[in-house]
Nanobody, 126 residues
């Protein structure tokens, strides 16, 4: 059964860092695009970053470029999101999701993703 489990969220002060993990089971994530999304209270879910299968091409939304880094460890079947220089506006529940079309380049279109994890809370506050 296909499953995604996020972890690594927490409370940090502005300027701090976290590394989020998205552990996959039931499929080989190297064949599929994986996206990270976030949803703040009262706001719509937005795309943050994604990584394509194969060559691992990455994509970031403008607001996180230079601060967030997505990566993939095929041996662990896990995708990571390193988030640095955190700001209060980064506070949200962070979700990972998979596009189950094999070898499709990733995009941050929420409707491209079929399976979602349960989310992990990131809170940035002084």
């Amino acid at each position: 059964q296909l499953q995604l489990v996020e972890s690594g969220g927490g409370f940090v002060h502005p300027g701090g860092s976290l590394r989020l993990s998205c552990a996959a089971s039931g499929f080989n994530l190297d064949y599929y695009s994986i996206g990270w999304f976030r949803q703040a209270p009262g706001k719509e879910r937005e795309g943050v970053s994604c990584i394509s299968p194969g060559d691992g091409r990455t994509y970031y939304t403008d607001s996180v470029k230079g601060r967030f880094t997505i990566s993939r460890d095929n041996a662990k079947n896990t995708v990571y999101l390193q988030i640095d220089s955190l700001k209060p506006e980064d506070t949200a529940v962070y979700y990972c999701a998979v596009n189950t079309v094999q070898f499709r380049l990733c995009w941050l279109n929420i409707y491209d993703y079929d399976y979602w994890g349960q989310g992990t809370q990131v809170t940035v506050s002084s």
